[in-house]
T-cell receptor
Framework: DAGVIQSPRHEVTEMGQEVTLRCKPI?????LFWYRQTMMRGLELLIY????????DSGMPEDRFSAKMPNASFSTLKIQPSEPRDSAVYFC?????????????FGPGTRLTVL | AQSVSQHNHHVILSEAASLELGCNYS??????LFWYVQYPGQHLQLLLK??????LVKGIKGFEAEFIKSKFSFNLRKPSVQWSDTAEYFC??????????????FGSGTRLSIRP
């Protein structure tokens, strides 16, 4: 398996623009997680899905952030409108087998810079 | 609620020194415990994990961790570090049987810098 795939790897945009980050989980995994990592706040869980259904979105910072998972192999995280304080690395992770204790497999991340 | 504490934010060691990074969690039930490593510019990767059985867990690259239930701790150790161990290390806990059992809680991370 190719692992968790994220695109784009780098995104530079201007304040006010819409940003869409994409994630393809490992095939067969039924949990998908979106994290944000910054120097100031560390690694933050934004939202996670189980079988394409959002389970916990309490980490989503505000209404400008939204996430969808239309099918088992694709998820998006959208920021509209974007602000400079959204600049961070956004990681997607997936997991499945409870016998593995929900070990999460992380994607390479998307480095977002909002000017 | 579950929480994970990593008290050392930045550790600086010389090569060949011994390493111990602290991790404490708060949850009274059964847990799965993890250490993840993030090398500079890369994503998080699993270093080792504990589910049950022997509380001394061995991972990749010579790392090990010991689960001490009475202390709610899962400290990471390595007897002799190398320059290539420079990275950020995250402790994480998943509470089995908890309502949101699939959500792993991560600690704030410990940055390890190794002087050549």
């Amino acid at each position: 398996d190719a692992g968790v795939i994220q695109s784009p790897r780098h995104e530079v945009t201007e304040m006010g623009q819409e940003v869409t980050l994409r994630c393809k989980p490992i095939s067969g995994h039924d949990y998908l997680f979106w994290y944000r990592q910054t120097m100031m706040r560390g690694l933050e869980l934004l939202i996670y899905f189980n079988n394409n259904v959002p389970i916990d979105d309490s980490g989503m910072p505000e209404d400008r952030f939204s996430a969808k998972m239309p099918n088992a192999s694709f998820s998006t995280l959208k920021i509209q409108p974007s602000e400079p304080r959204d600049s961070a690395v956004y990681f997607c992770a997936s997991s499945y087998d409870r016998s593995l204790g929900n070990e999460q497999f992380f994607g390479p991340g998307t480095r977002l810079t909002v000017l | 609620a579950q929480s994970v504490s990593q008290h050392n934010h930045h550790v600086i060691l010389s090569e060949a020194a011994s390493l111990e990074l602290g991790c404490n969690y708060s949850y009274g039930g059964t847990v799965n415990l993890f250490w993840y490593v993030q090398y500079p510019g890369q994503h998080l990767q699993l270093l080792l994990k504990y589910f049950s059985g022997d509380p001394l867990v061995k991972g990749i690259k010579g790392f090990e961790a010991e689960f001490i239930k009475s202390k709610f701790s899962f400290n990471l150790r390595k007897p002799s570090v190398q320059w290539s161990d420079t990275a950020e290390y995250f402790c994480a806990v998943n509470a089995r049987g908890y309502s949101s059992a699939s959500k792993i809680i991560f600690g704030s991370g410990t940055r390890l810098s190794i002087r050549p």
